[in-house]
């Protein structure tokens, strides 16, 4: 189990019960963000830490645990969540709005702007959903060239979405207050609505795009608890 704390150190817990390693380089130093961990991903046999600081790390999960592998570019703000993809790279969510497609060799591909802070994300319906402090969802998707482009936003709640997890036909979301709410992913996905404001830029294809027609509908949503 692999646990990380808000001075910035990762450590392994072993399942069996023993005592937490804290990570460190083969010299003994120790390896650790400028800022708190903030999200962490399993992605093979590597770990993935995001950091307040804007970091992101790839640590060696299997062959030699702990060893750090890769210091990603420091680009996009803070890190507030990250997901595997299909083709097993990764998306990140800044608290800037950025949205990043990286490689599972640690190279940038894409990246996205949207209007406020990310702070959750899940896969669904081969769309990447992003959780946000404005209350929206908004759904991406992953081109065939690593690209990333906006596929719809929906105003899911009042506060910020703070966690999302899916099932088999679902994704639920939370927010500070207690609202759980249920979307249906085929409905969500049926259309497409975006919003004015976000743009977009591949590293192969640098140029800008533009999203328009902003969504003032919930679709396929049950609410769970109080106000959203």
């Not at 703000?77 to 950025?98: E, F, N, T």
């Not at 669904?124 to 991406?140: C, Q, V, Y």
């Not at 609202?179 to 996905?189: E, G, H, K, N, V």
């Amino acid at each position: 189990i692999w646990v990380g704390t808000m001075a910035g150190s990762l450590f392994a817990l072993p399942i069996a019960g023993g005592a937490a390693k804290e990570l460190t380089a083969a010299s003994g130093s120790q390896r650790r963000h400028e800022g708190a961990v903030r999200c962490l991903l399993s992605v093979g046999g590597q770990l993935w830490s995001g950091s307040e600081s804007a970091e992101i790390f790839v640590w060696d999960a299997e062959r030699k645990p702990g060893s750090l592998l890769q210091k990603m570019e420091r680009e996009g703000g803070a890190v507030s969540a990250m997901i595997r993809l299909p083709d097993g790279g990764v998306l990140s969510g800044h608290k800037s709005g950025i949205v990043q497609v990286w490689g599972v060799d640690g190279a940038r591909h894409s990246w996205a702007h949207s209007r406020s802070a990310v702070k959750s994300a899940v896969l669904a319906g081969n769309l990447a959903w992003t959780g946000h402090s404005d209350g929206h969802f908004r759904l991406w998707t992953i081109l065939d060239d690593c690209g990333v482009e906006l596929f719809r936003s929906v105003p899911a709640h009042h506060t910020a979405v703070l966690g999302m997890v899916k099932d088999a036909v679902s994704v639920w979301s939370c927010t500070k207050n207690g609202t759980l709410r249920q979307w249906s992913i085929a409905l969500l996905i049926m259309d497409k609505v975006l919003e004015p404001g976000v743009v977009s830029s591949r590293r192969s294809n640098p140029t800008l795009r533009s999203a328009g027609g902003i969504a003032h509908r919930r679709a396929g949503g049950s609410t769970l608890g109080g106000r959203a």
